[in-house]
């Protein structure tokens, strides 16, 4: 079945630092990829995707791209931010190929990203 | 973008006792509501798959019987612990689907049995 893998954490980094979270998958046929990030106390929401290969994403200075060949989707940001605190989840979804996310989707175990001033 | 709000955000219930949890839309409506459950340090787990007005789908290994899932309008799902133990204790999340396609979620409920 289909599964994601992301790097453990948590990770702490200081404003202005670079941000890599890596993020490989398993999937039958070609999944759309997703990043969803969660703020304390709220619900997950959805940061950036991908539907398919050398898609990038990208939203609030934070980048993904669909990297068929090594089946990865690591998220990067170039100067992290204080804001930027929050757990990430990488997810995809690989029954509904418009790249909504409206079909199952499959998470990884997300990642605590803190950042200090 | 749009909200889904849980209720309650944590409760605490004796062994045996059931549970209701609601998930509501708040300004879109939902044709379709997901259940996850996220135990700690562990990914999001999909429980089961909802569709107004029509029977949930549950994913292998989810008893339909102990987890009762009604989504009777198309801004409301209510999930059912029911003679729940300690080992349900865990955080439930929903998440609707708009009729647009983006899938929403919910800020999550965390249940404790004691």
């Known amino acids: 079945g289909d599964s994601v893998t992301q790097m453990e954490g948590p990770v702490t980094l200081s404003e202005e630092a670079f941000l890599t979270i890596n993020c490989t998958y398993t999937a039958t046929g070609y999944p759309s990829l997703f990043w969803y990030v969660q703020y304390p106390g709220e619900g997950l929401q959805l940061l950036l995707k991908a539907t398919k290969a050398d898609d990038k994403g990208s939203n609030k200075g934070f980048e993904a791209t669909y990297r068929k060949e090594t089946t990865s989707f690591h998220l990067e940001k170039g100067s992290v931010q204080v804001s930027d605190s929050a757990v990430y989840f990488c997810?995809?979804?690989?029954?509904?190929?418009?790249?909504?996310?409206?079909?199952?989707?499959?998470f990884g175990q997300g990642t605590i990203l803190t950042v200090h001033p | 973008g749009a909200v889904v709000s849980q209720h309650p955000s944590w409760v605490i219930c004796k062994s045996g006792t059931s549970v209701k949890i609601e998930c509501r839309s708040l300004?879109?409506?939902?044709?379709?509501m997901f259940w996850y459950r996220q135990f700690p340090k562990q990914s999001l787990m999909l429980m089961a798959t909802s569709n107004e007005g029509s029977k949930a789908t549950y994913e292998q290994g989810v008893e339909k019987d102990k987890f009762l899932i009604n989504h009777a309008s198309l801004t409301l799902s209510t999930l059912t612990v029911t003679s729940a133990h300690p080992e349900d204790s865990s955080f439930y999340i929903c998440?609707?689907?708009?009729?647009?396609?983006?899938?929403?979620f919910g800020p999550g409920t965390r249940l404790t049995v004691l």
């Open positions: 997810a995809l979804t690989s029954d509904d190929a418009g790249g909504t996310s409206y079909g199952k989707l499959t």
């Open positions: 300004d879109f409506q939902a044709t379709t």
């Open positions: 998440s609707g689907r708009a009729s647009y396609n983006e899938q929403f």
